[in-house]
């Protein structure tokens, strides 16, 4: 009984070293984000640190960073701004870079209130799900920008080799 209390305690000390761990890594990505923002009040500058950042930190070689001007917020049918990119080929780029906020991903993952996780397939806009396709994603994770319920913009960070988000990886972009 005694080993395996040993046991059981060793397995918690290690979760522990993990989550503190992946913590201070979180931190560190924050910290460097906020670090670029006081340097720099070019918005697609800190955009394009924040998506270079963080697709560095979480293993996704795809992003991109929008903008939605308050002029367009008032559209019925308000157009998201690209600001910066990542990854991304010269073709696919023109279907993004006045991307409808109607029938987005962007769009979807608002009501969630952090990141949404999908698959091209998923993506409502025809035209974007088939350049999607084209550029050969395999997942995307859509994350809003939001102050008192207002949208300001978003990142979409993803990635052409299959794979899942974690826990983890989801709480660092919702931060």
Do not use: C
Not at 113 to 119: F, S
Not at 136 to 152: C, E, H, K, T, Y
Request: no cysteine; charged share 25%; aromatic share 6%.
């Amino acid at each position: 009984e005694r080993r395996r209390a040993e046991a059981e305690l060793q397995k918690a000390y290690q979760t522990l070293e993990r989550r503190v761990s992946e913590r201070t890594r979180e931190l560190q990505i924050l910290n460097a984000i906020a670090a670029a923002v006081n340097r720099s009040l070019n918005l697609k500058e800190v955009f394009q640190y924040a998506i270079d950042t963080t697709g560095d930190a979480l293993g996704l070689e795809v992003g991109a960073a929008f903008r939605m001007d308050e002029e367009a917020a008032r559209d019925p049918n308000p157009l998201l701004t690209l600001l910066a990119h990542r990854g991304l080929s010269g073709e696919f780029l023109p279907y993004v870079e006045h991307l409808p906020l109607r029938g987005s991903m962007i769009e979807k993952a608002i009501p969630a209130g952090g990141p949404l996780v999908w698959k091209p397939s998923e993506y409502y806009l025809e035209p974007v799900r088939q350049a999607l396709v084209r550029e050969g994603l395999s997942f995307g994770v859509s994350v809003p920008f939001m102050a008192q319920g207002r949208l300001l913009g978003a990142m979409v960070l993803g990635s052409r080799a299959e794979r899942s988000m974690s826990g983890e990886e989801l709480s660092l972009l919702a931060a």
